[in-house]
């Protein structure tokens, strides 16, 4: 069953720890994107990256990390330097190329900071 | 930065009536423009796209109209139908140097009344 799967669907977190959020996608995609969703506020781009080992920053990349060892695999760290972190996260997967297509979400993880 | 504007963001309609959403993007870089519908809890996924060499494009009840010199695009939901209530949001891909990235609008949310 191909698509992009992100884990946990549920996270708590205490104030002051780091939380990794899981992306893997097996779409053969070569760029993938993190999204924070809030209300009123729809998404906002964190980080994406167009190929292994290489990464952008987005709109509001501080206090958060990411890596991509993996053409399939682009996990998330929210750090504790993140001010306000509970929020709907949404990883995203397109085929990148001249003229770009269609991006296909996770299924999202809700991050609450308790 | 690139920027993409949307409006309304609460709109209401009697079944069987039209809906039509704008937005406005920024960077005139911009060739891919996607939509999608996000039910409560899920993932938001493409209803329709257009690309910036095209004008119009119709999907059944649903059409998008795209207007470069003016940097506007539209969605028109024609018959509408309780199954069509969500949150819509527009995006522009912009492609500069290779990299990729989505912008989104902050959303509308659309209640068809029965």
């Known amino acids: 069953d191909g698509g992009i799967t992100q884990s946990p669907k549920y996270l708590f977190r205490k104030e002051g720890q780091n939380v990794t959020l899981s992306c893997e996608q097996n779409?053969?995609?070569?760029?993938m994107y993190w999204y924070r969703q809030d209300p009123g506020q729809g998404l906002r781009l964190i980080y994406y990256s167009q190929i292994v080992n290489d990464f952008q920053k987005g709109d509001i990349a501080e206090g958060y990390s990411v890596s991509r060892e993996k053409k399939e695999s682009f996990p998330l760290t929210v750090t504790s330097a993140q001010k306000n972190p509970t929020a709907f996260y949404l990883c995203a997967s397109s085929k990148g190329g001249l003229w770009n297509t269609e991006a296909f979400f996770g299924q999202g993880t809700r991050l609450t900071v308790v | 930065g690139e920027n993409v504007e949307q409006h309304p963001s609460t709109l209401s309609v009697q079944e069987g009536d039209s809906a039509v959403i704008k937005c406005t993007y920024s960077d005139s870089a911009s060739n891919y423009f996607p939509w999608y519908k996000q039910e409560l809890g899920k993932r938001p996924q493409l209803i329709i796209d257009i690309r910036s060499n095209v004008g119009e494009k119709k999907d059944q009840r649903i059409a998008v109209t795209l207007n470069k010199t003016a940097k506007h695009f539209s969605l028109h939901i024609t018959e509408t139908q309780p199954e069509d209530s969500a949150v819509y949001f527009c995006?522009?891909?912009?492609?500069?140097?290779?990299?990729?990235?989505?912008?989104f609008g902050t959303g509308t949310r659309l209640k068809v009344l029965a």
């Open positions: 995006a522009a891909t912009l492609s500069t140097s290779g990299t990729y990235k989505y912008i």
């Open positions: 779409l053969n995609h070569d760029a």
